[in-house]
Protein backbone atom coordinates (compact mmCIF):
# COMPACT_ATOMS: atom_id res chain seq x y z
CA UNK A 1 0.00 0.00 0.00
CA UNK A 2 1.17 3.55 -0.65
CA UNK A 3 2.02 5.74 2.01
CA UNK A 4 -0.93 8.02 3.04
CA UNK A 5 -0.91 11.50 1.21
CA UNK A 6 -3.13 13.68 3.86
CA UNK A 7 -4.97 16.87 2.99
CA UNK A 8 -6.58 18.67 5.63
CA UNK A 9 -10.43 20.72 4.86
CA UNK A 10 -12.55 22.77 6.30
CA UNK A 11 -16.46 21.88 5.55
CA UNK A 12 -18.36 23.82 7.72
CA UNK A 13 -17.47 21.56 11.38
CA UNK A 14 -13.95 20.95 11.97
CA UNK A 15 -11.74 19.99 10.02
CA UNK A 16 -11.85 16.76 7.47
CA UNK A 17 -8.54 15.02 6.94
CA UNK A 18 -8.74 12.95 4.33
CA UNK A 19 -6.35 10.70 2.09
CA UNK A 20 -5.78 11.28 -2.12
CA UNK A 21 -4.05 7.82 -2.20
CA UNK A 22 -7.26 6.06 -1.58
CA UNK A 23 -10.64 6.30 -3.14
CA UNK A 24 -14.19 5.28 -1.73
CA UNK A 25 -17.37 5.83 -3.65
CA UNK A 26 -15.23 7.78 -6.22
CA UNK A 27 -14.07 10.61 -3.85
CA UNK A 28 -11.05 10.35 -1.38
CA UNK A 29 -11.27 8.03 1.63
CA UNK A 30 -12.03 10.38 4.77
CA UNK A 31 -9.68 9.40 7.50
CA UNK A 32 -10.75 11.38 10.49
CA UNK A 33 -12.45 14.38 11.99
CA UNK A 34 -10.88 16.73 14.11
CA UNK A 35 -13.94 18.98 15.82
CA UNK A 36 -13.37 22.61 17.32
CA UNK A 37 -12.33 21.38 20.17
CA UNK A 38 -9.56 19.29 18.63
CA UNK A 39 -11.31 16.20 19.40
CA UNK A 40 -9.90 13.57 16.62
CA UNK A 41 -12.65 11.15 15.43
CA UNK A 42 -10.69 8.65 13.53
CA UNK A 43 -12.94 6.30 10.62
CA UNK A 44 -10.23 4.18 9.82
CA UNK A 45 -7.65 1.81 11.63
CA UNK A 46 -5.17 1.38 8.51
CA UNK A 47 -3.32 4.41 9.27
CA UNK A 48 0.58 4.83 9.60
CA UNK A 49 1.79 6.27 13.08
CA UNK A 50 3.46 9.06 10.67
CA UNK A 51 -0.47 9.78 9.25
CA UNK A 52 -1.51 9.53 12.77
CA UNK A 53 1.08 11.97 14.17
CA UNK A 54 0.80 14.03 11.25
CA UNK A 55 -2.58 14.64 12.18
CA UNK A 56 -2.48 14.59 16.21
CA UNK A 57 0.30 17.77 15.15
CA UNK A 58 -2.78 19.74 13.59
CA UNK A 59 -5.32 18.92 16.26
CA UNK A 60 -2.60 19.81 18.84
CA UNK A 61 -1.06 22.83 17.02
CA UNK A 62 -2.50 23.56 13.59
CA UNK A 63 -5.49 26.10 12.46
CA UNK A 64 -6.62 27.47 9.42
CA UNK A 65 -9.32 30.23 8.56
CA UNK A 66 -12.35 30.20 7.07
CA UNK A 67 -14.13 31.55 4.54
CA UNK A 68 -15.21 35.36 5.53
CA UNK A 69 -18.81 34.11 4.95
CA UNK A 70 -18.61 31.76 7.85
CA UNK A 71 -19.50 33.09 11.27
CA UNK A 72 -16.67 31.84 13.13
CA UNK A 73 -12.97 33.37 12.25
CA UNK A 74 -11.20 29.77 12.82
CA UNK A 75 -12.20 25.78 12.26
CA UNK A 76 -10.77 24.72 15.23
CA UNK A 77 -10.40 26.85 18.67
CA UNK A 78 -7.99 29.41 18.81
CA UNK A 79 -5.07 28.36 20.54
CA UNK A 80 -3.53 29.75 23.98
CA UNK A 81 -0.24 29.69 25.17
CA UNK A 82 0.78 31.38 28.76
CA UNK A 83 3.91 32.73 28.59
CA UNK A 84 6.42 33.12 31.56
CA UNK A 85 8.78 35.55 32.67
CA UNK A 86 11.68 34.35 34.75
CA UNK A 87 14.04 36.99 36.48
CA UNK A 88 17.29 36.63 35.00
CA UNK A 89 20.35 36.81 37.96
Known sequence: MKTENLFFGHLGNG????????LECNDYMTVAHIDYHRTIKYYTKNLSDNAKREI??????????????QPDKYALRPLTFNVIYHKLK
Request: charged share 20%; glycine share 4%.
Open 15 to 22: VTVYDINR
Open 56 to 69: EDFANLGNMAVSAC
